[in-house]
């Protein structure tokens, strides 16, 4: 990197290998640290964020010997790293599931975000990296929803991550998820239905429409306790909320669920005494990309999810 951005002039940021592939905005957002994301967002859509002299969008992928210009912003006073509690800490120690000199993948925590931002000043991804200070290319390789729990993987090193992202382009990573829902009939169910993300406001929702982009969800039942289902989805393509629209979208919305679910379902979450989300990312399943051996990393449930599943399993009974 040639300089610092600072908050009185332009710079000019020359992209090193280290950076080959990443999205624009995910370089700012490091490289823009205090600097909320609204704004980085409207920096970049008012076209004063340039790469080689030219407007780009949020996604753009940089290469290595981009040049990218980046207007006077203003950071937050300080620029002291986000403070990690002891609890949230030893929760992230205990929820580390799988790690090499590559890769680490953990049972993210209901309630935590994946990043910071929206209002969120600390997620998964800003706590890990204060809590290994010594990593500096850690990354997300791909996201879960806030109130989602569940296998998570972070990469170690910029390249590794490029490789895993183009493992799932391809297809390479089986993700399953467990969900609780109600209104689910038969043993299975393929949901073939595009979703297309849309602002309602300042809320980011999810709808099918023709306009969307293809998306693919195979539901299998686990278990039926009356007129509630414990059901395993498999991800056919990685779209946001696709399990949440899709589930509503057949007409067995999760429990829990505050955006896409339903009256009933709050009702019988109310009845056994717990409230979350209930969808939990279960398993990752792939080929190393470097090692070539197979990878399986499952996700024991957490509390809630166990207590409300012994609730039904009681009342089964």
């Known amino acids: 990197m040639s300089e610092t951005p600072a908050a009185d002039r332009v710079t000019f940021i020359t992209i090193d290998e280290g950076r080959d592939g990443q999205r624009l905005d995910n370089f700012l957002f490091v490289h823009l640290k205090g600097v909320p994301r609204s704004r980085i967002y409207r920096i970049i859509r008012a076209g004063e964020v340039r790469v080689n002299k030219k407007r780009a969008k949020q996604t753009t992928r940089l290469a290595t ?11 937050s006073e300080s620029a002291a790293p986000p403070v990690v509690s002891d609890g949230l800490a030893e929760r992230l120690s205990r929820a580390l599931l799988y790690e090499d000199e590559r890769l680490m993948i953990f049972n993210k925590p209901a309630g935590l975000a994946v990043h910071g931002g929206s209002g969120v000043s600390l997620g998964l991804i800003e706590a890990l990296r204060v809590l290994y200070p010594k990593e500096t290319q850690l990354e997300l390789v791909h996201r879960l929803d806030r109130d989602t729990s569940g296998c998570i993987m972070v990469a ?5 991550l490029r490789k895993l992202q183009r493992l799932m382009q391809q297809g390479g990573v089986e993700k399953r998820y467990w969900l609780l829902c109600q209104g689910f009939k038969g043993g299975e169910r393929r949901m073939e239905a595009p979703l297309l ?4 406001g300042n809320e980011r929702v999810v709808r099918v429409s023709r306009e969307g982009k293809p998306s693919i969800t195979d539901f299998t039942l686990l278990e039926r306790f009356g007129d509630t289902a414990l059901v395993e989805a498999t991800l056919g393509t990685g779209r946001t909320h696709q399990i949440r629209v899709h589930a509503q979208f057949g007409g067995f919305p999760l429990l829990g669920d505050d955006k896409y679910g339903s009256e009933r379902g709050d009702r019988k979450l109310a009845e056994l005494g717990r409230r979350r989300l209930c969808l939990h990312a279960r398993s990752l399943a792939f080929r190393h990309p470097e090692s070539g051996e197979r990878v399986r990393v499952e996700a024991p449930l957490d509390e809630d999810f166990e207590a409300i599943l012994g609730a039904l399993k009681a009342d089964k009974r």
């Open 65 to 75: 010997g981009d040049v990218v210009r980046i207007p006077p912003v203003r950071t």
């Open 197 to 200: 993300k849309l602002m309602q």
């Open 156 to 160: 170690r090193h910029r390249g590794f």
